[in-house]
């Protein structure tokens, strides 16, 4: 077997085998095949695509790169929610602690900002002291004791996946949907969970612009995850605007202690009621050994009235306190948000027009912030955890022609930067004399 035949194979679009693809991972982690040839299929796959066979392959091989964590002596269903990535996305920030609070084990294994995007690691390592860094040791302790632990990936966890994402992201192939899907899942398939609830963006502000891209890749890792044997929903929701009011890791953390306490944005509070009834529900699958079916209206609503009493009673607070202090960090920030980093220069940012905003773009707000320095263009850049956009606007909102939009937070004081930042999102506004239409963040489930 030669890498050259398997470039060719999957150039002339024709299916590779699990031993075509085994043989391609394990040359490539070992040496043995070049980055060049990897580069050249990665670039075929983007082309022509993979079959889910192809894709349940490659995330096997991907997954058993690296270690993969036991949790079997933890009785309780073991269940996790990932996002595909989105601009003031930190719904896992919340529903960790409130699905834990409902006893059941939550693992996550989450990433860092990209671009326009933000990341789940960035916005905890806001919280002063608080480590990722974790042993995966220290992570299932962590598990046992609270019921709930977020790590960055850690170098033993699919080790394919760290690699072939460095040849992604210098070959332009990061967008591929079954490329996108294996990396996902191997990651999330190595936790040890009975269940998966995926947040699949769809809009501005996601990598998947479109619905029907959205829908492929929600199809395909729930067609991987299932087929592993893990329970997996999907529910594409829109990302055509920011969800919540801030985009950035300080803000974004003192937003989520608010939403915990009971105050939250209408979005972020439809976000985590769907999700995390569906987290309940797959726990339920799993303590009954029952397949996935399309549960009943009556059903989410009972499990989206005990999500809301576990907020309103202190529960889900209360475990997030938990949380900060069994990571190292501090966990009076819950009574005093103010210890969070605070950035020292602020700026109105006013569209000058008045009218019902119809539009915000969410890849422009993204970028924006980025700009202000809550974000990295490339992998390993440092960041202002305190640095970000407070939104005081959205759509469906009126705005008066002296009204700000949205408050800059930022640090740096480089004038240039900063007019880019305000011009970009500026840009990204459409204000009208009619007021849309109110849409359901929630566009589809996918079983």
């Given at each position: 077997?030669?890498?050259?035949?398997?470039?060719?194979k999957k150039r002339d679009n024709k299916e590779l085998t699990r031993e075509d693809i085994e043989f391609l991972i394990?040359?490539?982690?070992?040496?043995?095949?070049?980055?060049?040839?990897?580069?050249?299929?990665?670039?075929?796959?983007?082309?022509?695509?993979?079959?889910?066979?192809?894709?349940?392959?490659?995330?096997?091989?991907?997954?058993?790169?690296?270690?993969?964590?036991?949790?079997?002596?933890?009785?309780?269903?073991?269940?996790?929610?990932?996002?595909?990535?989105?601009?003031?996305?930190?719904?896992?920030?919340?529903?960790?602690?409130?699905?834990?609070?409902?006893?059941?084990?939550?693992?996550?294994?989450?990433?860092?900002?990209?671009?326009?995007?933000?990341?789940?690691?960035?916005?905890?390592?806001?919280?002063?002291?608080?480590?990722?860094?974790?042993?995966?040791?220290?992570?299932?302790?962590?598990?046992?004791?609270?019921?709930?632990?977020?790590?960055?990936?850690?170098?033993?966890?699919?080790?394919?996946?760290?690699?072939?994402?460095?040849?992604?992201?210098?070959?332009?192939?990061?967008?591929?949907?079954?490329?996108?899907?294996?990396?996902?899942?191997?990651?999330?398939?190595?936790?040890?969970?009975?269940?998966?609830?995926?947040?699949?963006?769809?809009?501005?502000?996601?990598?998947?612009?479109?619905?029907?891209?959205?829908?492929?890749?929600?199809?395909?890792?729930?067609?991987?995850?299932?087929?592993?044997?893990?329970?997996?929903?999907?529910?594409?929701?829109?990302?055509?605007?920011?969800?919540?009011?801030?985009?950035?890791?300080?803000?974004?953390?003192?937003?989520?202690?608010?939403?915990?306490?009971?105050?939250?944005?209408?979005?972020?509070?439809?976000?985590?009621?769907?999700l995390g009834s569906w987290m309940l529900y797959l726990a339920d699958c799993v303590r009954e050994k029952k397949s996935?079916?399309?549960?009943?209206?009556?059903?989410?609503?009972?499990?989206?009235?005990?999500?809301?009493?576990?907020?309103?009673?202190?529960?889900?607070?209360?475990?997030?306190?938990?949380?900060?202090?069994?990571?190292?960090?501090?966990?009076?920030?819950?009574?005093?948000?103010?210890?969070?980093?605070?950035?020292?220069?602020?700026?109105?940012?006013?569209?000058?027009?008045?009218?019902?905003?119809?539009?915000?773009?969410?890849?422009?707000?993204?970028?924006?912030?980025?700009?202000?320095?809550?974000?990295?263009?490339?992998?390993?850049?440092?960041?202002?955890?305190?640095?970000?956009?407070?939104?005081?606007?959205?759509?469906?909102?009126?705005?008066?022609?002296?009204?700000?939009?949205?408050?800059?937070?930022?640090?740096?004081?480089?004038?240039?930067?900063l007019k880019e930042a305000a011009d970009l999102f500026l840009s990204g506004i459409e204000i009208n004399d009619l007021?849309?239409?109110?849409?359901?963040?929630?566009?589809?489930?996918?079983?």
């Amino acid at each position: 077997m030669r890498a050259y035949d398997l470039i060719k194979k999957k150039r002339d679009n024709k299916e590779l085998t699990r031993e075509d693809i085994e043989f391609l991972i394990t040359g490539f982690l070992t040496n043995k095949i070049p980055d060049y040839q990897i580069s050249s299929f990665l670039m075929a796959v983007y082309f022509n695509g993979m079959s889910v066979n192809e894709t349940s392959a490659l995330t096997e091989h991907m997954l058993n790169s690296g270690r993969k964590l036991d949790l079997s002596d933890i009785s309780l269903p073991k269940i996790d929610k990932h996002s595909t990535g989105g601009v003031g996305d930190k719904i896992s920030l919340i529903l960790a602690p409130l699905v834990a609070s409902s006893g059941i084990t939550i693992p996550m294994i989450a990433g860092r900002g990209l671009g326009h995007t933000g990341g789940t690691i960035d916005k905890l390592e806001s919280i002063p002291e608080l480590r990722t860094n974790l042993s995966v040791e220290n992570f299932i302790k962590i598990l046992k004791n609270i019921g709930f632990s977020i790590i960055s990936q850690t170098d033993d966890i699919a080790p394919a996946d760290k690699k072939l994402y460095g040849l992604r992201d210098v070959t332009a192939t990061v967008e591929s949907i079954p490329l996108i899907a294996a990396s996902i899942m191997s990651k999330k398939l190595a936790e040890g969970i009975n269940g998966l609830v995926l947040d699949v963006k769809c809009g501005s502000g996601a990598f998947m612009k479109n619905i029907h891209d959205a829908k492929k890749l929600a199809r395909t890792m729930v067609d991987v995850g299932n087929s592993a044997g893990v329970k997996t929903a999907a529910i594409i929701t829109d990302m055509s605007q920011p969800l919540g009011n801030t985009v950035g890791n300080g803000l974004e953390i003192k937003e989520c202690i608010t939403a915990l306490k009971g105050t939250m944005s209408e979005d972020i509070k439809e976000n985590i009621l769907i999700l995390g009834s569906w987290m309940l529900y797959l726990a339920d699958c799993v303590r009954e050994k029952k397949s996935l079916l399309m549960p009943s209206s009556d059903r989410m609503e009972k499990y989206s009235e005990k999500l809301l009493r576990l907020i309103e009673d202190g529960s889900a607070l209360k475990k997030f306190s938990e949380f900060i202090k069994a990571q190292n960090g501090d966990p009076s920030v819950i009574e005093n948000p103010e210890l969070i980093a605070s950035a020292v220069k602020t700026r109105e940012i006013k569209p000058g027009i008045m009218g019902y905003i119809t539009k915000m773009d969410a890849e422009k707000v993204g970028t924006a912030s980025m700009l202000l320095g809550a974000g990295r263009k490339k992998q390993g850049e440092p960041i202002d955890y305190s640095a970000g956009i407070l939104l005081l606007k959205k759509i469906g909102d009126f705005i008066d022609k002296n009204e700000p939009a949205a408050v800059f937070y930022y640090n740096n004081d480089d004038k240039i930067l900063l007019k880019e930042a305000a011009d970009l999102f500026l840009s990204g506004i459409e204000i009208n004399d009619l007021k849309p239409e109110k849409k359901s963040i929630i566009i589809e489930v996918i079983l």
